[in-house]
C-alpha cells in the first residue's frame, strides 16, 4: 500500500510529535505497545459532511464552533500516516458504514464505501443497524462480492466485497444456529493476541424493516459478550477488545467524558471485567469515556474523528497494562487528499453526477431536521406534505394523511448562498430509497399509532406529519394515553375512531418499522413512487419552498 504525503499543516503537527517517530522493535522484557485506530457511524460519508464536526471553542469553552472534517480521502491520509509511524497497528470500525448514505454511495448500493474503507486498510467491523437495511442477504453480498441480483453489476469494475471481516456476535442465524458473521476475530502483536469481539445493539431488528430483520435473533449484548470471555482465556487470550454498535448520550466536548448516559452504561457495568476496552457507536456523538474502570470511545459520525487507542500489553500475561484514547479530528485543511481514494471516488463520481447535479428546485432558508419540544421539524412536515402529494389522487393512493419517521431524515436541506436545491441534497435527507405505501387504518388505529411514539421507544420516535392533520399531546400523562382521540384532526375535523383513511407512510414503516406495529394492521395497500421521487417532485411543484410554521403537533405541559 502506498501512502500519500501529508499536507504542510499534518506535517507540521507530525512533528510536534503526536504521531512520533517509527517505534524500534520492542526487547523481550518491555510491555508490547499497541494502537488500534477506530472508526463508527460512517454512512457512506466518502466525501465531507456539511457542516464537519462542532467543537468547544479552544479560546472560549462556552462557545462552539464548527470546524471543516471528514470525507474518505482526508481520513485514509490521516489513518495511512500513523500506520506508517507506528509499528503495531489495527483499524476497525463498531458498525453503521454503510446504510442511510449520500447519493455517491447509495446510489450503487453502498459499494464504494466497502472498497473505500477496504483500500484504506480496514480491518474489522461490527454490524450496526443500518448494515441490515438491505437484508441479511445484501449484507453478505457486501462482504463476499459479487453483482447486485436485482440492479446488476454497478461498479466500474467487478465488485469484490469487503477486504475487511465483518464480525457478528449477536446476530444469529435461526435456520443454522449460527452468528451470521463469525463472533471475534484475533489479531497477533509480538506474540500477544489481541482478541475483538463485534456485535450490533439487541435492539436492531426493532429499527430496522420486519422484512430486514426476518430469520435473525439479536441477542442480548453483554451476555454476549460474558459468554466469549471463558472461550478466548481458554486460548490464552486476556487482551478483550469490544467493537459494539451502540452508545451513549455525553454531556463533553468531543475528547472528553463529564459525564455520560444512554444504553453503553448499562452495558459496560455489566460485561466480564476481562473485558479491558470499549469502541462504541450508534448515537453519533463522540466521547472519551472511563466506565466501570474501562475505556469506552466513540467517534461521532461520518467520519469526522478517528479515535487512536494505544495498549501496553504485558509479554508475560499477555494482558492490557495501560489503555488510553486520543480522538482525532479528520480536519480537511490539515490532511491533504488520499490519491488512491480520490481516483476512486472520481470513477463513482463520474457515473452520477448528471443525477446528482440536477437542480430540482430551490429554498428560502434552511429545512432544519432538528425537532422542536413538541418532536415537530420543519424538514419533517415538508417531507410529510410531499408524500401526501405523491398520493393525493385516487390512482396513486388516495391517499387522506402521511406520517414520516424522524429516522429517515438524514439530513437538513441547507440553503446555499443562490437558494438552489439538487437532487443529490434531497437523497441526502431521504437515503434509504423506501417507496410509499398508502394504506387503510381507523381513526382509533391512528390514535394507538399515536401513542406508540412513546411505547416500547428508547426516546420517544414522533412521527412526522402532513399539513392537513394535528393533534395534541400530554407529557404529564403515562404512555399509552397521552394523545385524547378528540384532540386529533383532520382538514379541522376530528377524527372519527370508527371512520376509515387512507394512510401514506414510506415502506420501512408499512413493515411496522421504528416499533410502529400498528402500520402492519392497514389494508388494502398501494404501493407508489419512491420516498426521494416525491420530496423531488413536491420541490419540482412548489419551489421556492419556506419553512412553516411548527404547528401541527401540540404539546401540553
Known sequence: MRYRHLSILALAVLACGWLGSPAPAQNSGAPVEVTILAINDFHGHLMPPPGGITIADPADRGRKIPVSAGGAEHMATLVKGLRAQIRNTVFVAAGDLIGA?????????????????????LELSAVGNHEFDRGARELLRM??????????????????????????????????GKTLFPPYAVREFDGVPIAFIGLTLKGTAG??????????????????????????????IEAIVVL?????????????????????????????????????????????????????????????????????????????????????????????KDREQTELIAAYEQRVQAVARRVVGSVTATLSRAPAATGESVLGGVIADAQLA???????????????????????ILKREDGMVTYADLFASQPFGNQLVTL??????IKRLLEQQWLGQQTPRILQVSKNFSYLWDAARPAGERVAIDA??????????AA????????????????????????????????????????EANSPVSPGPLDRIRRAN
Do not use: W
Open 101 to 121: 448514505s449520500p447519493l455517491l454511495s447509495g446510489a450503487f448500493s453502498d459499494e464504494p464505501t466497502i472498497e473505500s474503507l477496504s483500500v484504506m486498510g
Open 143 to 176: 462482504q463476499n462480492g459479487g453483482c447486485h441480483p436485482v440492479k446488476g453489476c454497478l461498479s466500474p469494475h467487478p465488485f469484490a466485497g469487503a477486504a475487511f471481516r465483518y464480525l457478528a456476535a449477536s446476530t444469529i442465524d435461526r435456520a443454522t
Open 207 to 236: 429499527i430496522i424493516s420486519p422484512a430486514a430483520a426476518a430469520g435473525l435473533d439479536f441477542a442480548d449484548e453483554a451476555e454476549t459478550i460474558n459468554a466469549l470471555v471463558p472461550q478466548l482465556r481458554q486460548r490464552g
Open 244 to 336: 459494539i454498535h451502540e452508545g451513549g448520550q455525553p454531556t463533553g466536548d468531543y475528547n472528553e467524558c463529564p459525564g455520560i448516559s444512554g444504553p453503553i452504561v448499562d452495558i459496560v457495568n455489566k460485561l466480564d471485567k476481562a473485558v479491558d476496552v470499549v469502541v462504541s457507536g450508534h448515537t453519533h456523538r463522540a466521547y472519551n469515556c472511563r466506565i466501570d474502570g474501562r475505556l469506552v470511545t466513540s467517534a461521532d459520525q461520518y467520519g469526522t474523528l478517528v479515535t487512536r487507542i494505544d495498549l501496553r500489553l504485558d509479554r508475560t500475561t499477555h494482558d492490557v497494562v495501560d489503555a488510553k484514547a486520543e480522538n482525532l479530528i479528520v480536519r480537511t485543511d490539515a490532511f491533504a
Open 390 to 412: 405523491a398520493t393525493l389522487a385516487e390512482p396513486d393512493g388516495g391517499a387522506a394523511l402521511a406520517f414520516t419517521n424522524p429516522g429517515g431524515i438524514r439530513t437538513d
Open 440 to 445: 387503510t387504518l381507523s381513526g382509533a388505529q
Open 488 to 497: 386529533v384532526t383532520l382538514n379541522g375535523h376530528r377524527i372519527d375512531p
Open 500 to 539: 376509515r383513511y387512507r394512510v401514506t407512510v414510506n415502506g420501512f414503516l408499512a413493515q411496522g418499522g421504528d416499533g410502529f406495529a400498528v402500520f402492519r394492521e392497514g389494508t388494502a395497500p398501494r404501493t407508489g413512487v419512491p420516498d426521494v421521487e416525491a420530496l423531488a417532485t413536491y420541490f
